[in-house]
T-cell receptor, first 109, second 115 residues
Framework: EDQVTQSPEALRLQEGESSSLNCSYT??????LFWYRQDPGKGPEFLFT???AGEEKEKERLKATLTKKESFLHITAPKPEDSATYLC??????????FGTGTRLLVSP | GAGVSQSPSNKVTEKGKDVELRCDPI?????LYWYRQSLGQGLEFLIY????????KSGLPSDRFSAERTGGSVSTLTIQRTQQEDSAVYLC?????????????FGAGTRLSVL
């Protein structure tokens, strides 16, 4: 069964304090690993798709990396507006996404 | 262009009543998905529509849940005889072609509360 585990569940950072979020997965035949950001009361907002081990993608202060067993979302010098829940999901075989439970990030000024 | 639109944004109902949730996908997107997000849990896949193909209903939790998609566009998720455990946020997503790696774009969801 496809499974996604995210850690930590919650993370509190000071503005400018860099850190990483982890997404561990088990899947038969990875078609894509997705990162989304979700703000309270809103739907998930797409950030990145990674397809193969070794791939990296960057957007502003965020960088996503992928290995055969896990993905990391690195946040460099975060700002308060980066506060949100970050969701990781895998796609294998069928088109549905299998999501982790997310990491709630709070960045304090 | 407009994103995925869901209505209503909030729905409060009594146990045993039927509810209908609506989703308008992004124009031109052929694939449409329904997910459920319960407190403290990850998004849970419910059903997937792709063009005129038979939908993938493998995620529907019981026969009280059903969904249809009319004209390849608007979709309605119906929950019959609602139970308190149905309380959750119901999210709709659409993607361009439904192929591997296709980006799914989500609506803001419908928050369902069953009293």
């Amino acid at each position: 069964e496809d499974q996604v585990t995210q850690s930590p569940e919650a993370l509190r950072l000071q503005e400018g304090e860099s850190s990483s979020l982890n997404c561990s997965y088990t899947v038969s035949g990875l078609r894509g690993l997705f990162w989304y950001r979700q703000d309270p009361g809103k739907g998930p907002e797409f950030l990145f798709t990674l397809y193969s081990a070794g791939e990296e993608k960057e957007k502003e202060r965020l960088k996503a990396t992928l290995t055969k067993k896990e993905s990391f979302l690195h946040i460099t010098a975060p700002k308060p507006e980066d506060s949100a829940t970050y969701l990781c999901a895998v796609q294998a075989g069928f088109q549905k996404l299998v999501f982790g439970t997310g990491t709630r990030l709070l960045v304090s000024p | 262009g407009a994103g995925v639109s869901q209505s209503p944004s909030n729905k409060v109902t009594e146990k045993g009543k039927d509810v209908e949730l609506r989703c308008d996908p992004i124009s031109g997107h052929t694939a449409l998905y329904w997910y459920r997000q319960s407190l403290g849990q990850g998004l849970e896949f419910l059903i997937y529509f792709q063009g005129n193909s038979a939908p993938d209903k493998s995620g529907l939790p019981s026969d009280r849940f059903s969904a249809e998609r009319t004209g390849g566009s608007v979709s309605t998720l119906t929950i019959q005889r609602t139970q308190q455990e149905d309380s959750a946020v119901y999210l709709c997503a659409s993607s361009l072609g439904g192929g591997p790696g296709d980006i799914q774009y989500f609506g803001a969801g419908t928050r369902l509360s069953v009293l």
